[in-house]
């Protein structure tokens, strides 16, 4: 138990030095700092390691910022929150594991009247309204979708050469993210309807799903392979690391670059830009992580300070008086200098 503490702890502690860049030295707390706890679902995760690296940016001598990796468990997550709790933190953003299953997190976080900001997994309105301290920063993940459709629609209509055996039909795969998640389902279901409504004749081959995760994705991209070979046209991703894991499995079984079909992702990874970059992959939709970690920094510092969300209103769109909500936006070669090094 004490050996598990501790590794945890030097965990946690290697994770914050990671991401606020090594050499800085804890600050002594004093009256007015503002203490920020995060837990995120998992730190080996491309986009949210990316987002917490911004958000930790924001730690200054008058704000402490501490980082839990909950690797995947919800109980971990809980247990996180509950020590965050006691340990006195002012607000605590969490990343939720279970998206269905807040409970044991809102009841700790409402008994010790700490305000929660629930961010990138999007638990369910009923849970949101159990209390008026929860709130949630996020994207919508219906407008992902539709760009990415909208990408795909444009690349399908100006390219007739991704019709490989030109019969006027575009055949595609999808992988998607985790079962479950908002982001999956919600970007799926707009991005294939997206393209069927720019009128591009579509026949969906088959779908896989690979938790967000580039090596899985190489996997199951590489069975699409063996099942479907050149019949594969398209393949629409629910995000850029797993759009990644599809073109490792064409370059790992060394199919020419002429032969590839057409791939689109979600997120704009420093990773997913360079593919763009690189002409790897035809595009991806910018999850803004740099005005969602600020979205987040805004509602914590103003709610440690007593205050409302309201007061974040000219700057934010502020719906229900709950949820910050950022854009997307779509980024090919012909943008892409705006978006990199971001
Ligand atoms: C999505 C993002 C994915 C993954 C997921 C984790 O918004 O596009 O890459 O990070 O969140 O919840």
Known sequence: MKKAYVSLVMAICLLTMMIAGCGKQPVNKSESKIRIGVTVYDQYDTFIGQLVECFVAFQSDDVEIAVYNAAQSQQTQNSQVKKMIEDGFDVICVNLVDRTDPTTVI??????????????????EGDIGRWDKLFYVGANAEESGVMEGELAAWACITHKELDKNRDGVIQFVVLEGEAGHQDAIVRTEASVNTLKKQGVEIDKLGYAIANWNRAQAQTKT???????????????????????????????????????????GIDG???????????KMLGTVYNDKEGQATAMFDLARVLAG????????????????RYIRLPYAKVTSSNIIRFMGK
């Open 222 to 264: 590489t069975q699409f392979i063996e099942d479907y070979g050149d019949d594969i046209e398209l393949i629409l991703s629910n995000n850029d690391d797993m759009a990644l894991g599809a073109i490792d499995a064409y370059e790992a079984m060394a199919i020419p670059r002429n032969k590839w079909p057409a791939v689109v």
């Open 269 to 279: 990874t420093d990773v997913g830009l360079e593919a763009v970059r690189d002409d």
């Open 107 to 124: 009841d700790a976080a409402r008994k010790a009247d700490v305000p929660i900001i629930f961010f990138n997994r999007e638990l369910v």
């Open 306 to 321: 007593g205050g409302s969300i309201e007061e974040l209103s000219d700057k934010y769109a502020i719906e229900n008086g």
